[in-house]
Structures are given as structure tokens and as C-alpha cells.
């Protein structure tokens, strides 16, 4: 079992930087995979970026690449999110998610989520 707690959501403007962090606690955090998904009202739950157990791969979302970076410090237990050139589309709650072995990146892969950090993009 894992627990994740995000954090580093808030209002921010076109254009603008965020960086989200997600903790985790329980089993070994170099066990997990991470990811980050995000959720618009209205619609499902995306797929945003992945990293591998330690930190060697990662994969993103077409829309989202080149502007979101995902790293993890193991000693830490977290997991980042930077991102960058900021636009309103990429208003959401964002997730942290944990699944024990290799990367994977659909919603159905991840066991453990956290609660969800709301990014909000003015224009």
C-alpha cells in the first residue's frame, strides 16, 4: 500500500509556471512507477506524464510535452510535475498515481491515487 498526497496547485496566468509535488508514504517508493493524470470538468481522466521507478524513462502526453517535465527524488518519496507556457486548456485537478513495477500510462494501470491538486489557468 502507498499513500499520495499532491500539492502545489493554485490560480496561476497564461503563460505562467507550476510546480506540483506528490508524496508518498508506505511501501518503497523506488517499488512504483508514478504518473500524473488530470481530470477537466466534463470530461475523463487524462493521461499527462509517467517516470520509471528510478527516474530513467519517462513518457508524455502529446499535449503536454515539451512544456511538463516529470522527475522524482527517491530519497525524497516525491514525485514533481513542472510545468510550463502555461495555457487555459490545461485547467484541472491533477492526480498523482502509483502502480508497482514498469511504466504504464492509461487511468486502468494505477492502484493508488491521491486526492487531486486544482491547477487553474486564467487567460
Known amino acids: 500500500q502507498v499513500q499520495l498526497v499532491e500539492s502545489g496547485g493554485r490560480l496561476v496566468q497564461a503563460g505562467g509556471s507550476l510546480r506540483l509535488a506528490c508524496v508518498a508514504s508506505?511501501?518503497?517508493?523506488?517499488?512504483?512507477?508514478m504518473g500524473w493524470f488530470r481530470q477537466a470538468p466534463g470530461k475523463e481522466r487524462e493521461f499527462v506524464a509517467v517516470?520509471?521507478?528510478?527516474?530513467?524513462?519517462?513518457l508524455y502526453a502529446p499535449s503536454v510535452r515539451g512544456r511538463f517535465t516529470i522527475s522524482r527524488d527517491n530519497a525524497k518519496n516525491t514525485v514533481y510535475l513542472q510545468m510550463d507556457s502555461l495555457s487555459p486548456m490545461d485547467t484541472a485537478v491533477y492526480y498523482c498515481?502509483?502502480?508497482?513495477?514498469?511504466?504504464?500510462?492509461?487511468?486502468?494501470?494505477?492502484?493508488?491515487w491521491g486526492q487531486g491538486t486544482q491547477v487553474t489557468v486564467s487567460s
Open positions: 517516470i520509471s521507478m528510478f527516474g530513467t524513462n519517462t
Open positions: 498515481a502509483a502502480r508497482l513495477g514498469s511504466m504504464e500510462h492509461t487511468t486502468d494501470q494505477f492502484r493508488f
Open positions: 508506505g511501501r518503497p517508493f523506488d517499488s512504483y512507477a
